[in-house]
C-alpha cells in the first residue's frame, strides 16, 4: 500500500505515532489498554470523553508537526498522485461504520454492565457482531474456509502472546519485591511538588527506560499496581490517563518494541531512525503537553 504513493518517510513516521498512539489510547479492543483498565477497576464508560481528549491532543500535535514542516508539505503535495475520476466511497464508509458501531457497542456495554471486565465485554460483542454480519450477508458457506485462515493467522500471532502475557507478569511481579517502597519514597517526595511535574516525572520515567530498551509494559505495570490514584490527588481515570500518555510517550522513542520494527520495516528506514530521529522531536512536546491533558481530565472527572 505504502511503496505505490511513495510518500516521504519522516511524513509517515508522523503518521505512525499519531495513528499507533491514538489506538493505544482509545481502542475498547487493544489489549493493553483492556489490562490497564482492569488493575484500576475503570469502566470503559468512564474513560471514554478522556479517551476522546487524548486522541484529538496527540493528532493535534501530529498536524501540527506536518503543517510547520513547510518541505515536507511540498514534498507530500509533490508525491500524491495525480486526480483522476472520483471514485465511489461507498466501502470506505461502511467500514467507518462497522468500526464507529463497534467502538459505540463496547461504551454501550461498559456503561450498562460497570462492573465487568472490558475485556469481556468487547469478547461477547466481537463473537455476535460476527456471527450476526455472517447471517445477514449469507456467508456461512465461506466461515469455515475463513476460520482456517484465522487459525493460520492466529499461529502467527500466539508466538507474541507469551511475549506480552510475561513483560505483564514481570511487571507485576515487580511490584511486589522492595522495588514498591522505593516507588513510595519517590512518590514522598513527588508529594509536595505540583502535580503537573508529577505528571512530567512519570512519562520521563517511562521514556527513559523505554530509551535504554525496557518494554512500556513493564514500569506501566509496576505503577499501576503499586500506585494509589489517591496518593497523587487523581481520581482513577486521570491516573489511567497519565498512564496512557506515558505509555505512547515510552513507545514514540521505543526502537525495541514489534511494532516499530514493523512499522519502520514498511517505511523502509531504520527502526531507530524512526524512533530516536523522528520519535524525539515529537517526545519532548509530548512530554509537556500530557500533563495538563491529565490535570484537565482530572478536574473534568471529580478531582481539584
Known sequence: ??????????????????????????????????????????????????????????????????????????????????????????????????????????FVGSLLLPDTPTIFIVAGIIVMYSLIWIFLIGAFGDLKRELRRYNSNFDDYIQFLPFLVTLSFFGSAVSLTPVRDHIGGVLFYLNGMPLYLVGMSFMVFVAGLSLCGIHMIIPVTTLALTVSPDSLNLTPVAFLSLLMVSWVGGMIVSPFIPFTAVASSAMRVKATTLAYRWGMSQLLPWILIGPVLVIAINHLTGSG
Open 1 to 106: 500500500l505504502l511503496d505505490p504513493l511513495n510518500l516521504p518517510r519522516k511524513y509517515l513516521a508522523r503518521l505512525h505515532i499519531g495513528v499507533y498512539g491514538s489506538n493505544m489510547m482509545f481502542s475498547p479492543y487493544d489489549p493493553v489498554l483492556n489490562m490497564i483498565l482492569l488493575y484500576l477497576n475503570v469502566s470503559y464508560a468512564n474513560y471514554f470523553l478522556p479517551a476522546l481528549i487524548l486522541v484529538a491532543a496527540i493528532v493535534g500535535l501530529c498536524l501540527l508537526f506536518v503543517l510547520m514542516d513547510k518541505k515536507l508539505l511540498r514534498d507530500v503535495c509533490e508525491s500524491l498522485p495525480e486526480a483522476t475520476e472520483p471514485k465511489p466511497l461507498r466501502k470506505l464508509a461502511e467500514l467507518m461504520v462497522h468500526i464507529l458501531t463497534l467502538i459505540m457497542l463496547a
